[in-house]
């Protein structure tokens, strides 16, 4: 008997085939998993190896650039500082000990800039002048004792090499590999040193690897360190076979490549790096122990595989039940998608004409977030404007032009040659500049102590225009002065009072005091600024403890630097600040900050 046609086309289930098709992508994603398993396997070390290359060559650029600086600085205090030049030519009889002591303060101040040294020092041979700073947290005095025995000895700074003005010079002491640079100057020598514990403080990154680093020299040689993190954490058995093996690798000119080396059972991953500051071949060598490595293989697979074997479990409980209801909803809201982002921001889902519950919730979630993006928009690009206003404000109000005039008048007024207002002269324009300094600094952050240094600076600058007019007292407490401030907080305050109050022949008195307390058990500080002069209007004490901050928005010098104190109060602290101006009766301008009290940190 013969069949139709019809009779037979096979007939199939839904479901069974949409099983089918769901093991089908399963086993091919399972295929795919192995093979990217062994395609990882083979590439992750390489890829281990770049990562750790570009971080030691990244180590590398940026210690050389400071170690630059370093020199950059040296040279730069040997051909512009009158103190060193004048120092060059002394004999022991003519020594200028003032002119030493600020030669001294000037290296002691500029070596909190370079981080990655522990000293400087200058030596005058012609005068027998041994001038050094240095951090004595870190570095042992033994060695700075020994390091100026060296420098003051002509032979031992023939052998040191000094004065080849182009590599830094190894040099291991009590245990220690140290890094010295010393400049002949004819007449005179200025140097640095720091050592390989503080320059390898910076490859924090390495840790994230497991990585041993050490450092070694052209010889394969490793250099002495103290530090557990870097070649002390090894044994000297495992060090002496290290040695031997860099020496090979250098030798064989493989340090461009990896290289997995086996010591007492371990194997590691090993990634050698020349340092370009020396000419001596120092090179860092990071070790990673291989098993960390396939350690991430084996988690990885096993994180792969658990979400595998979700998603599965996952696909073939809720498919056939959300199939119905994905197509609709992806079908739905990729048509406002796409209408979004092809500019038509105004799109919207009509959830009135769709009849299930949780398509119409979609609906209703969509449009909020289309609005809510529209909002957040506007709200950003208020703010831009509004915070290039205030950067405007805040650089305009840093430096008051009628001051600095005022200074550069008078220096050109009492310019007549005579030796006193020389002296004045100088005293006026090294006090000018370190103000200038300090308000142009683009800190975000400074201790009270600082901002307290240079207020005094400010006021020592006003007491040389205006002599005897000024009593000044300060009062803060220790605790106080390491509270962390934004610069500026009291020179600001400071420049209206001698703005607005300051004349010559009469006395006008500033008191500053600043304290800790608690309140609700939470630290606050508390500064008080506090003058003798004619005090504030009545309309900026209203605008400003009343909060109408379009009230003092005005051109007036006085308002601009009250909104400006006002306004980063508010961006610094929110609602946790306060400042209160008053007058204070039988004196003058009152003005009360209170901000919540946090010790200051430097950022290395």
């Known amino acids: 008997m013969i069949k139709s046609a019809a009779a037979e086309k096979k007939t199939y289930s839904f479901k069974s085939r949409i099983y089918w098709i769901m093991y089908l992508l399963m086993g091919v994603e399972v ?72 030669l001294q303060n000037l290296m002691e101040y500029n070596l909190r800039s370079f981080q990655v040294v522990e000293g400087m020092l200058t030596y005058f041979p012609v005068s027998d002048t041994w001038i050094s700073v240095q951090n004595y947290e870190s570095t042992r005095q033994t060695f700075h004792n020994y390091l100026r025995e060296q420098i003051t000895d002509k032979k031992q700074r023939t052998k040191m090499g000094v004065g080849n003005g182009v590599y830094w010079r190894t040099l291991e002491y009590d245990g ?3 890094l010295v640079r010393i400049f002949d100057n004819r007449n005179s020598f200025a140097g640095s040193w720091t050592n390989l514990d503080r320059l390898g403080e910076s490859l924090t990154e390495l840790g994230e690897f497991h990585a041993l680093v050490i450092f070694s020299d052209a010889e394969g040689r490793i250099l002495p360190m103290r530090s557990d993190r870097f070649s002390s954490a090894l044994s000297e058995d495992e060090m002496d076979r290290m040695s031997r093996k860099l020496k090979r690798i250098e030798e064989e000119g493989g340090h461009q490549d990896y290289e997995i080396v086996r010591i007492d059972g371990t194997r590691y991953l090993i990634v050698v790096q020349e340092l370009g500051f020396s000419d001596q071949g120092v090179r860092a060598t990071a070790l990673v122990p291989v098993r960390e490595i396939d350690i991430s293989l084996k988690r990885y697979a096993q994180i792969t595989l658990a979400i595998l074997a979700l998603t599965g479990a996952a696909f073939v409980f809720v498919d056939r039940g959300l199939r119905r209801f994905l197509r609709a909803t992806v079908s739905m809201l990729g048509t406002v998608t796409d209408a979004v982002a092809s500019g038509h921001e105004d799109e919207r889902i009509n959830t009135q004409d769709i009849p299930l519950i949780e398509m119409k919730q979609i609906g209703a979630s969509f449009n909020h977030m289309v609005d809510r993006i529209q909002s957040l928009k506007i709200e950003a ?224």
Request: charge should be negative; hydrophobic fraction near 35%.
């Open 31 to 102: 295929v795919c998993l192995l093979g990217f398993m062994i395609y990882t396997s083979l590439t992750v070390r390489r890829q281990r190896f770049l990562d750790i290359q570009q971080t030691l060559t990244l180590y590398d650029t940026q210690i050389s650039q400071s170690l630059l600086g370093v020199d950059y600085y040296l040279m730069e205090i040997a051909q512009y500082s009158t103190d060193y030049s004048q120092a060059a030519l002394q004999t022991k009889e003519e020594r200028d000990y003032r002119g030493n002591a600020r």
């Open 176 to 178: 220690t590999t140290y």
């Open 381 to 604: 690009y208020e703010e831009n404007i509004q915070a290039k206003n205030f950067q405007l404000l805040a650089l305009r109000s840093q430096v008051a032009p009628h001051f600095l005039i005022n200074c550069l008048n008078m220096i050109g007024y009492m310019n007549d040659g005579t030796e006193e207002n020389t002296r004045i002269i100088h005293q006026m324009v090294a006090t000018l500049s370190e103000h200038l300094r300090y308000t142009l600094s683009t800190k975000e952050r400074v201790p009270l102590s600082e901002e307290a240094e240079y207020e005094r600076n400010y006021v020592a600058l006003s007491e040389i225009r205006f002599p005897g007019c000024i009593t000044f007292e300060m009062e803060i407490s220790e605790e106080a002065s390491r509270a962390m401030v934004f610069p500026l907080i009291l020179i600001m305050f400071t420049e209206n009072t001698f703005k607005y109050n300051l004349v010559m022949g009469e006395q006008l008195k500033l008191l500053v005091r600043a304290e800790v307390y608690q309140k609700d058990g939470e630290k606050r500080l508390h500064i008080m600024h506090l003058d003798s002069g004619g005090g504030y209007p009545e309309e900026i004490l209203r605008m400003v403890n009343e909060n109408e901050e379009s009230g003092i928005a005005g051109t007036d010098g006085q308002k601009i630097g009250v909104r400006n104190i006002a306004r980063r109060l508010q961006l610094y602290y929110g609602e946790s600040a306060g400042l209160t101006l008053s007058n204070e009766p039988g004196l003058g301008a009152r003005n009360d900050i209170d901000i919540p009290y946090v010790e200051y940190r430097d950022r290395q």
